[in-house]
T-cell receptor, first 114, second 113 residues
């Protein structure tokens, strides 16, 4: 059963801590994305990766870091430099170089700063 | 800069009362327009992709249409289970490999029995 999994579903962070959100897909997609969703705002792109060992900053990359060591995995680290990390984080994946390029989303991780 | 505006922000319907949601967009070159459904606390669920003016797609009680400036999501005889937030997003030809989606803020649809 193909899909995208994100873990954990809920995550609590103390001030000054780094936390890592997991995203795994078994759709054999090359491209993966991280978005942030805040109440009353549209989803905003944090980072994206088209191939293994390569990734690019999106619109709001400050305070975040990623890695892409495997095709199936694209973890996101929220660092202590992110001033307002409380949000709903969504991972997505898609085929590469298709037009249009449809992205499929995981179930999300809700991060709360204590 | 690509922009997407969805209206209304919220819509309340009676079961069986058909209506439409609007998505107005400005984009340099449209690669695709996407509709998603999002239930509370869940990730967006893909509904439709449209990419040329005049195109229409249907799925059960939903039909999406596209013009050069806007898209409509028509809901025919809705049921309470259609209650959700509907998101519209556009993807532009940017000349690179950034397949970024620009999202609207969504329309919260509530269907009362």
């Amino acid at each position: 059963d193909g899909g995208i999994t994100q873990s954990p579903k809920y995550l609590f962070r103390k001030e000054g801590q780094n936390v890592t959100l997991s995203c795994e897909q078994n759709l054999n997609h090359d491209a993966m994305y991280w978005y942030r969703q805040d109440p009353g705002q549209g989803l905003r792109l944090i980072y994206y990766s088209q191939i293994v060992n390569d990734f690019q900053k999106g619109d709001i990359a400050e305070g975040y870091s990623v890695s892409r060591e495997k095709k199936e995995s694209f973890p996101l680290t929220v660092t202590s430099a992110q001033k307002n990390p409380t949000a709903f984080y969504l991972c997505a994946s898609s085929l590469r170089d298709s037009a249009p390029n449809t992205q499929y989303f995981g179930p999300g991780t809700r991060l709360t700063v204590l | 800069e690509d922009q997407v505006t969805q209206s209304p922000e919220a819509l309340r319907l009676q079961e069986g009362e058909s209506s439409s949601l609007n998505c107005s967009y400005t984009v340099s070159g449209l690669r695709g327009l996407f509709w998603y459904r999002q239930d509370p606390g869940k990730g967006p669920e893909f509904l439709f992709t449209l990419y040329s003016a005049g195109e229409e797609k249907e799925k059960e009680r939903l039909k999406a249409t596209l013009t050069k400036k806007e898209s409509f999501l028509h809901i025919t005889a809705p049921k309470p289970e259609d209650s959700a937030t509907y998101l519209c997003a556009v993807q532009a030809f940017s000349g690179g490999s950034n397949y970024k989606l620009t999202f609207g803020k969504g329309t919260l649809l509530t269907v009362n029995p």
